[in-house]
């Protein structure tokens, strides 16, 4: 289980770099520049330095170079510097511990994850990335739902004791929900998390919050931004008159699968891409 690759599917790595997938299937088979992991069942995988990688040939090309030239520049440019000593793999450690139902090495191994990078590096890098892969396997059959559970619970524990604070200070506050029949939140959490670092007052309702306890909580608090985090399009189709008329009175921006720029324009609300860590930083530069 700890050597199984950690990464995200071409679709998703085609959203973060801004490129087409048959782009970067081209890339990949004519050129090389991406070098995908395997997970089990079969499936590509792509990491980091693949990332880095097509980001760069992005760079180039829009630049006027042409793709052969963009990929050996790519290719033989210096490897970035390596992560510091027990850093290097921690994601698929800590995946391996949580399908073995190991929750000793599991929080030891969050633990460490904690003490060697921000936050914000642990989210993005570690904590969604694994989350993700769990999702993906249960959803293939590949793991059971016990493990699913574990895992997500062990992750979600941690997450919480990372809040306890999040209400202090003297910051923009946002109240942050899932719309009713939604009860996938972890990226919302971690969302509120990075918030939290960026100095905002955290205010989470959580998941399946019905449209009038989110309308009260506006009326009560009065905050800055409202955001709404959906795996699934549906609880933000049934949510949109809603969410139009909150809007009518504070900034609404959601995010999440689920979300998309249609939905949000029904809602008048703005449209967060991109993962949970990156919402928060524009989120933030938005507020300035």
Do not use: K, N
């Amino acid at each position: 289980m700890p050597g199984t690759p950690i990464g995200v599917r071409i679709g998703e790595l085609s959203r973060r770099v801004g490129v087409a997938p048959e782009t970067l299937r081209a890339w990949e088979h004519r050129y090389g520049v991406l070098r995908p992991a395997r997970t089990p069942s079969g499936y590509r995988v792509y990491g980091r330095d693949d990332q880095r990688r097509a980001q760069r040939m992005r760079e180039l090309i829009s630049g006027g170079w042409a793709a052969g030239e963009a990929a050996q520049a790519v290719l033989t440019a210096p490897a970035p510097s390596a992560p510091a000593p027990g850093v290097d793999g921690i994601a698929e450690q800590l995946l391996g511990t949580l399908l073995d139902f190991d929750a000793a090495t599991g929080q030891e191994t969050f633990d460490r994850l904690l003490g060697s990078r921000s936050l914000d590096a642990a989210l993005r890098d570690v904590v969604l990335p694994v989350l993700h892969e769990v999702g993906e396997r249960w959803s293939h059959g590949e793991i059971t739902v016990g493990q699913e559970h574990f895992a997500t619970e062990l992750i979600a524990g941690r997450l919480r004791g990372l809040a306890r604070e999040w209400d202090r200070g003297l910051g923009p506050r946002a109240i942050l929900a899932c719309p009713a029949g939604e009860r996938h939140d972890i990226g919302l959490f971690c969302c509120g998390l990075a918030l939290d670092r960026r100095g905002w007052r955290v205010t989470y309702l959580g998941p399946d919050t019905p449209a009038d306890a989110l309308a009260s909580t506006v009326a009560a608090l009065d905050p800055t931004l409202v955001v709404i985090g959906a795996v699934q399009a549906e609880p933000l189709h049934a949510a949109a008159a809603a969410l139009a008329q909150l809007a009518g009175r504070v900034e609404v921006a959601v995010g999440g699968a689920g979300a998309s720029r249609e939905l949000a324009a029904a809602a008048g609300a703005t449209f967060l891409g991109g993962d949970p860590v990156e919402a928060a930083g524009v989120l933030t530069e938005a507020a300035r």
